[in-house]
Nanobody, 126 residues
Framework: QVQLVESGGGLVQTGGSLRLSCAASGGTFSSYGMGWFRQAPGREREFVATISRRGASGSIRRYTDSVKGRFTIDRDNTKNTVYLQMNRLKPEDTAIYYC????????????????WGQGTQVTVSS
């Protein structure tokens, strides 16, 4: 059983930056693909970014189109933590951000994720 705790959310102005962290415990962190999802009021939870288990050539990363070039996902297996660096934030990035873990190598599909954190609120003011 994996427990995930997000932190780092907050209120920021348009164009600003935030770094979200997700600390994992209770499992073998390095064996999980990790993802970030977000949910805005009245909308479905949507994929933001994912990072694979570390392979022979390092980790693979994928992003939803709307955050490419602005957000970066990374992981530190020595700290059991996954990060989401968010730059050039826009009001449409406002949402609750969730960290999740999957037993698959990598996935952008929320239904592949078995473990979820409680979420952290990100609000971008215009």
């Amino acid at each position: 059983q994996v427990q995930l705790v997000e932190s780092g959310g907050g209120l920021v102005q348009t164009g600003g930056s935030l770094r979200l962290s997700c600390a994992a415990s209770g499992g073998t962190f390095s064996s999980y693909g990790m993802g970030w999802f977000r949910q805005a009021p009245g909308r479905e939870r949507e994929f933001v970014a994912t990072i694979s288990r570390r392979g022979a050539s390092g980790s693979i990363r994928r992003y939803t189109d709307s955050v490419k070039g602005r957000f970066t996902i990374d992981r530190d297996n020595t700290k059991n933590t996954v990060y989401l660096q968010m730059n050039r934030l826009k009001p449409e990035d406002t949402a609750i951000y969730y960290c999740a873990a999957t037993g698959t190598f990598i996935s952008s599909t929320r239904y592949d994720y078995s473990y979820w954190g409680q979420g952290t609120q990100v609000t971008v003011s215009s």
